[in-house]
Nanobody, 122 residues
Framework: QVQLVESGGGLVQAGGSLRLSCAASGRAFSTYAMGWFRQPPGKEREFVARINWNSVNTYYTDSVKGRFIISRDNGKNTVFLQMNSLKPEDTAVYYC???????????????WGQGTQVTVSS
């Protein structure tokens, strides 16, 4: 069992930056693949970024490539999402997730946080 708690969301102007954190408790965090997903207002949840257990493998959805960076610190049981050059269309509730398989589908992740709101004003 893994519990995930996101933090770092907030209101930011377009072009600004935010760093999301996801703190994990429970066993074997370092063995899990981690992902970030988001749900824009009125839309379905969508994949943002993923990272494998040892940070060798990362992958991003096209709309955030070159702007967002996913990273993890297994010693601190935390995964991060550095978001730069934010746009109004990045406005969403952001969720972190943990799973035993590295993938881009929400179905591949077993554990989910409660989400943190990110709002980007124009």
């Amino acid at each position: 069992q893994v519990q995930l708690v996101e933090s770092g969301g907030g209101l930011v102007q377009a072009g600004g930056s935010l760093r999301l954190s996801c703190a994990a408790s429970g066993r074997a965090f370092s063995t899990y693949a981690m992902g970030w997903f988001r749900q824009p207002p009125g839309k379905e949840r969508e994949f943002v970024a993923r990272i494998n257990w040892n940070s060798v493998n990362t992958y991003y959805t096209d709309s955030v490539k070159g702007r967002f960076i996913i990273s993890r610190d297994n010693g601190k049981n935390t995964v991060f999402l550095q978001m730069n050059s934010l746009k109004p269309e990045d406005t969403a509730v952001y969720y972190c997730a943990a799973g035993s398989r590295l993938g881009s589908s929400s179905l591949e992740y077993t554990y989910w946080g409660q989400g943190t709101q990110v709002t980007v004003s124009s």
